[in-house]
């Protein structure tokens, strides 16, 4: 690697994966509780384990964009980072508060934990994918600001491209809109409508900053082209990915409570937010054919194509599919929104940080590319989790149909339980498919483990 | 992308379009926030309605149903929970039998968690669940099986 620092980026990356394994292990739990409704009950049941599944994704996904800021900072700015150690202890914080958050998920009865963290003082708790007790966002804020400042104070004193900018605008805020996990008003739909503020601002909007700027890094490296041009497309797309996104909020906004024009401004610029993701496959595609040199390190390259192609099918068509009100009317809270979720984060995020690490790592690991035996393994495992997470969706999919054509769109309306019976099939296809998807991320570590020729990191 | 058009046209289309977005959202936020209360049938929050809502929060309701279709999809929507099963004809009895009835114990059945309430706790649930009902939610669900 070119500065001695980057080499912080390496715990991170590990941890991430790490706690990916944990996630697609409890997100097999729940699979499975789809269809043995009392399989692990009363030790864990579904909403821990949906509890302990979504957050981990949301933790190892920010595990893998400080490690990548971490690694992506330094060689950007050209000086080292303004401070490893700090980095370091911050690592630890948030492993050892994410560890124990899951420890009481899964170990303390939820109200308990609740009462013994502060929840009384200021009640944050049991909404969606901001259950964490206060303590924990608490601690969240403190590392990403101690994160943040040893991001910027390395920015203020090194060259700025156009790449660190958008990538710190885009941290900066996730920092700010996580600010919104802290009100929790007795009013709902109040409290619905800023819920999104997280939510939503972070997935389609600030995160795609981060996705974009690193996917830019990456593609600079392994293609040779010009920073001009890369730059200016990365431009070109968060342009378009905040012009859509901020407003496209408003597709969350038809049936909480909130005024009936929401419907028309959030189908408008909501059906609008697939250009940016499709201008990211086309960037990336387009980047990779006018590729200046051949990298040895093709897997990252395949990484990089992944998460155009699956972000814009995940993230862009599959979000198109039920944005619009008048569809949305029906599917909306089925299993067409978990769909659509499972392979957006997968296409967008996942992706994206495993093309990260696959570039990074193998240079962390003082070579330029991992062996062409490595390679091939780890190429292997991004087949095997993206076809099967496709899958994953294609099942999803088919439920939510079954849901909105007997529940929803029907004369004779069945009740919740009656239908879900009626989909049971889909969910076995889903377990499989989920299994099949834990083989892909079993061969993608064991990618780490295979030695072979090598050259040495330039 | 042609020559003509720069990086930095692109870098100030990108910093102009953002702050004029964020700043029309930002508006109709504010409008939103003028419109809410003929809407949003919050003049019903009773204290009840609050404790309710911090036992929703405490138990983690939204880790298996959907409140106005968020939430997990594992178990049936609760917006509409009380019209559902009565209203104020046997709405309030039946939910809170029901919670107390938890787990079923069925082999094979998705089982819910008993939360050990107390009766004042299973009243003020109600209360939550009643007072989101009538929330204006232009129409939705489409019928009443949520």
């Keep these: 690697m070119q500065y001695k620092s980057q080499a912080v980026a390496k715990p991170y990356f590990i941890a991430a994966i790490g706690l990916f394994i944990g996630q697609i ?3 097999l739990v729940m699979g499975l509780q789809y269809v043995v409704g009392d399989f692990l009950f009363p030790a864990i049941p579904f909403n821990i384990a949906r509890m302990v599944h979504t957050n981990l994704l949301i933790v190892w ?6 490690g990548s800021a971490y690694y992506l900072i330094p060689e950007e700015t050209e000086n080292e980072l303004y401070s490893p150690k700090l980095a370091i202890i911050t690592f630890w914080i948030f492993l050892v508060a994410g560890a124990l958050t899951v420890v009481g998920y899964l170990f303390v009865p939820y109200s308990t934990l609740a009462e013994w963290t502060g929840n009384n003082i200021l009640a944050t708790m049991g909404r969606e994918f901001l259950e964490q007790p206060l303590i924990t966002k608490v601690g969240i804020v403190i590392v990403a600001l101690s994160f943040l400042f040893n ?10 491209t156009s790449i660190s900018l958008v990538l710190v605008l885009g941290l900066v805020g996730l920092a700010v809109f996580f600010l919104f996990s802290f009100y929790n008003p007795t009013n709902l739909v109040l409290d619905k409508y800023y819920w999104w503020w997280v939510v939503h601002l972070w997935v389609e909007g600030v995160w795609e900053l981060i996705l974009g700027a690193i996917l830019a890094f990456v593609l600079i490296k392994v293609t040779g082209v010009d920073r001009e041009v890369i730059e200016k497309w990365l431009y070109v797309i968060v342009t378009m990915t905040l012009i859509t996104g901020i407003l496209g909020t408003g597709h ?11 419907q028309w401004w959030g189908s408008v610029f909501s059906a609008l937010e697939p250009i940016p993701f499709f201008m990211m496959t086309i960037f990336a595609f387009n980047m990779v054919n006018r590729r200046r040199r051949e990298h040895p390190n093709k897997a990252a390259v395949l990484w990089a194509l992944g998460t155009g192609v699956l972000a814009f099918l995940g993230a862009g068509v599959w979000g198109f599919l039920h944005t619009l009100a008048p569809v949305n009317y029906y599917t909306h809270g089925t299993q067409m929104t978990a769909s659509h979720g499972h392979l957006a984060f997968y296409g967008a995020y996942v992706c994206v940080v495993i093309t990260m690490i696959s570039y990074a790592m193998p240079i962390l690991r003082g070579r330029a590319a991992n062996s062409n035996k490595a390679q091939v393994v780890e190429m292997w495992s991004f087949w095997l989790m993206s076809v099967s997470i496709v899958f994953i969706t294609l099942f999803l999919t088919a439920a939510g149909i079954v849901q909105v054509w007997l529940q929803r769109y029907s004369d004779a309306p069945m009740a919740f339980m009656a239908v879900q019976d009626k989909a049971a099939i889909f969910y076995w296809m889903r377990e499989g498919a989920g299994v099949i998807f834990l083989i892909g991320l079993l061969t993608y570590v064991a990618s780490f483990f295979i030695k072979g020729e090598t050259k040495a990191a330039a | 992308m042609s020559t003509t058009f720069t990086k930095s046209m692109a870098r100030n289309i990108f910093y102009g379009g953002s702050v004029f977005f964020f700043l029309l959202f930002i508006a109709l ?4 926030t003028h419109a809410l209360p003929k809407r949003d049938n919050s003049q019903n929050i009773t204290p009840e309605v609050a404790r309710g809502k911090k036992i929703w929060e405490t138990n983690n309701c939204i880790g298996c149903h959907t409140l106005l279709g968020e939430g997990a999809y594992f178990a049936p929507e609760l917006g509409n929970v009380y019209k559902r099963r009565g209203g104020d004809n046997g709405g309030a009895e039946f939910i809170k ?3 107390k009835a938890q787990p079923t114990g069925i082999p094979g059945r998705r089982q819910m968690p008993n939360f050990h309430l107390t009766d004042q706790e299973l009243d003020d649930v109600v209360a939550f669940l009643k007072y989101v009902s009538e929330i204006n939610t232009e ?7 949520g």
């Design chain 1, 25 to 27: 292990v409890f997100g």
């Design chain 1, 61 to 66: 996904l920010l595990f893998g964009f400080m």
């Design chain 1, 151 to 160: 991001i910027c104070m390395t920015l203020l004193k090194g060259r700025k």
């Design chain 1, 252 to 262: 969350h906004y038809y049936w909480i409570g909130a005024p009936e024009y929401w």
């Design chain 2, 29 to 32: 936020t504010v409008d939103t």
């Design chain 2, 97 to 99: 039998g029901w919670i």
């Design chain 2, 139 to 145: 129409k939705w669900p489409p019928n009443i099986e």
